[in-house]
């Protein structure tokens, strides 16, 4: 297996963008090296999340099922989230409980997912057993109750990809931290991953989901995490500044985004503001339209969106 780990040099070469710009970061899976464990990244993150304990898994969507372990949920057990999640998600819960997508129905466990790291209050009755604050492509610069946990939720993950170059990762947060005890008696519970395993998903990245979840401890390497994690927040907020700038300049268009607790991975506007019209990012953007979905008023919004992501460029 040809790999190399992440060092400073590369740090900067993985921070350039490329030809096509989507919702993520996207970084190639052969510049990193797979090792065992990821103690080195639960350590950084612990510190940087003080005084919450946070717990390093392979994968956000691991973390969910470990959850779920750590909670003894069991089918027939319900779980809501929101409609049109990402299939990922699905399987995840799918294994010890029953996933539920319709808005009006009650169920046990409610997850809420505060899309592209736009945090979501959600006011509605139905969602009143927050046990999963999904805070995936979260860049997080507030550190507490309120910030991490909105909704009351017990667990709050972040999915490394979606925040910083890394092809894989993700952390649990916990509220409590008697729940990361046991959870981290679990996750111990599984064995650690093998050379011809790695040499498998370094090989087949996209047939790696079931590696992710059977080995939920592996991890990247890389040499300077704190590095890397200043590099994205810099780029993300030089972004955000540049958005800020232009539509001062040419148009009447103004942010509306809270961005003293979070960072998100995207911005997103009302369509009728044609608003690629104004802001134009280096590349092809992928996904140019999505919908938003509101947990209040139980409806999907559709949106323009602008990458700001650390590998988008925005263009001058």
Known sequence: MMSICLNNDTVSQLMNGNNCIGLWPEVDYTRFEIISKGEYLEGYFKNYFYPFCVSYVSRARVGMKLILENEEISKPQSIFVQPYSSHCVYDALSWHSLPNCVDFYESDYDIVYHQWGHKQIVKSRKRNNVLIEDSADSFFLKIDKQALFP????????????????????????????????????????????????????????????????????????????????????????????????????????????????????????????????IKVQGKISDKSRYIYNYNDLKYHPVDLIPIHCKSEIRI
């Open 151 to 278: 909704n009351r939720g017990k667990y709050t993950i972040v999915s490394l990809p979606k925040i910083i170059p890394v092809p894989f990762g993700g952390l649990v947060i916990f509220r409590d931290k008697d729940d990361k005890v046991k959870f981290d008696q679990i996750l111990k519970s599984y064995p650690d991953i093998t050379s011809d395993v790695v040499d498998f998903k370094s090989k087949y990245p996209g047939l790696s989901n079931d590696i992710d979840f059977n080995y939920p401890r592996h991890a990247p390497r890389i040499d300077d995490i704190a590095d890397l994690v200043d590099k994205s927040k810099a780029k993300i907020l030089c972004n955000i500044e540049m958005i800020k700038q232009k539509l001062r300049d040419l148009t009447d268009i103004d942010l509306i985004f809270d961005f003293n607790e979070r960072l998100p991975s995207n911005l997103y506007f009302d369509q009728k503001l044609k608003i690629h019209e104004y």
